[in-house]
Structure formats: structure tokens, C-alpha cells
């Protein structure tokens, strides 16, 4: 069985909304939290903090733990073609604020596009249930 350990920030605002990033991976396409894995020695929050700064371009804080999430993905659901094994998706997920920075797109990774959206958006909009799963961390 596959490990992916990996970082996610629930950024909301007020008046802009929830902060998320376009994903692109495979075949597969759609909104997600910021985030992402998590390097070989790399503190969690360090790499939530690196990874919202690349996808969106924004420098973030921590403020509280939301909770963890765990998944298990059989290998014949899995996105890429020439997997065999199962992946466990080991989800840490954080409420974050922004503290500098502005709205970018990255350029060569794994997003394309980050922006806000209203909470009463999210429902209609391409999402992974990731999204889901950190409004309800939130309580959002």
C-alpha cells in the first residue's frame, strides 16, 4: 500500500470567502484546499505554509489544528493508470489567515488557478470532497 501524508489550510475571509486552488492531475480536474504533501523530514505546518505560498501566493499563519483525515484508495480508483496498490490519503487540515502576499496562479504544478469563493458557491462548483471535508472541520 501507497503513503501520502499531506498538508491543508481551510483560509477563510469574511468578506472574500473560502480560498481554494484548481487542481489538475490525469484525467481529473477540480477545486481543492490548498495544500499538499509533505516532504521527508518537513513539519506539517511548514509544509502547509509552503504549499498554499505556491499554489496561491499568499504567506499564511496557523491557528488551530482542524483535525485529520483518513482515506483509503483502492488501486482501481486510484488517478494514475499504472498504479497497483491502494493509496492511504492521510489528510492533516488546518484553519489558517493570511498575513501577506497576493492572489497568484502557480505556474507548473500541480494547480492552475486559486481563487475565492463564496460558501454558498461551493455546492454547484467542480470540487474534491476534501473541500467538504474542511467546511465541516471548520464548522462552515
Not at 482515506?71 to 490519503?89: G, K, N, S, W, Y
Not at 488546518?94 to 481563487?115: C, F, K, M, Q
Not at 474534491?128 to 471548520?138: C, W
Given at each position: ?9 481551510v ?5 472574500r ?18 495544500g ?23 504567506r ?14 483502492p488501486a ?28 497568484r ?18 455546492p ?5 470532497n ?11
Amino acid at each position: 500500500m501507497d503513503l501520502r501524508v499531506a498538508a491543508y489550510a481551510v483560509v477563510f475571509d469574511d468578506e472574500r470567502g473560502l480560498l481554494l486552488a484548481h487542481w489538475h492531475e490525469g484525467r481529473r480536474a477540480a477545486w481543492t484546499l490548498p495544500g499538499g504533501g509533505i516532504e521527508p523530514g518537513e513539519d506539517p505546518q511548514d509544509a502547509v505554509k509552503r504549499e498554499v505560498r505556491e499554489e496561491t501566493g499568499f504567506r499564511i499563519e496557523i491557528d488551530e489544528l482542524l483535525g485529520i483525515h483518513s482515506r483509503v484508495i483502492p488501486a482501481r480508483q486510484r488517478i494514475r493508470d499504472d498504479a497497483t496498490e491502494p493509496l492511504h490519503a492521510l489528510r492533516i487540515v488546518y484553519r489558517a489567515h493570511i498575513v501577506g502576499g497576493r492572489l497568484r496562479n502557480e505556474t507548473g504544478g500541480s494547480t492552475d488557478e486559486a481563487d475565492w469563493f463564496a460558501i454558498a458557491e461551493i455546492p454547484a462548483l467542480q470540487h474534491v470532497n476534501l473541500v467538504d471535508i474542511g467546511l465541516e472541520m471548520a464548522g462552515l
